[in-house]
């Protein structure tokens, strides 16, 4: 058997002999006393989706916030709420958020909509929506003369 140890006091004897010197350094080469194989023990650490509700009922919010990430039709789009290409519901306008439950009026022409209540077609569907309200304006107005 040819290890690395015997390889590297070999290569010091020869070369030493090329030199003309009589000692032998002995070196020792320590090998590796774990796996190479990189495997965790809990199947690699995952980046959680933090979906669910993001903005609770009476919440203030601005437009463009963000109300519920969802990877399926949980939750629908009200009043005043936008609907994004990965389900998630934000707000389009600023105000206060409500939900509710409804009868789902559905547009079965939506693809998302196909692929998850095409079972269930005809049948009444009820489901929570995301409403955005807004503040009432003030009513104290003033007049601006024109010059």
Same mark, same amino acid.
């Given at each position: ?67 519920? $990430?969802? @990877?399926?039709?949980? =939750?629908?789009?009200?009043? &005043? +709420? ?7 519901? #934000?707000? !389009? ?26 079972? $269930?077609? @005809?049948?009444?569907? =009820?489901?929570?929506?995301? &409403? +955005? ?7 104290? #107005?003033? !007049?601006?003369?024109?010059?």
């Amino acid at each position: 058997m040819f290890s690395a140890r015997n390889f590297i006091s070999i290569a010091l004897q020869t070369s030493k002999e090329f030199l003309g010197v009589n000692k032998v350094l002995e070196v020792q080469v320590r090998n590796k006393a774990k796996k190479t194989s990189s495997s965790t023990q809990y199947g690699g650490a995952r980046k959680p989706k933090r979906r669910g509700i993001k903005c609770s009922q009476g919440k203030l919010v601005n437009p463009g916030t963000i109300l519920v $990430r969802q @990877n399926r039709l949980n =939750y629908h789009p009200g009043l &005043h +709420v936008g609907f994004g290409r990965d389900g998630s519901l #934000f707000a !389009l306008q600023q105000g206060r958020v409500l939900i509710t439950c409804e009868k789902a009026d559905i547009n079965w022409d939506h693809t998302w909509i196909k692929r998850f209540y095409n079972d $269930r077609f @005809n049948q009444n569907i =009820y489901k929570k929506y995301f &409403h +955005v309200i807004p503040d009432p304006q003030h009513t104290r #107005f003033k !007049l601006v003369d024109l010059v």
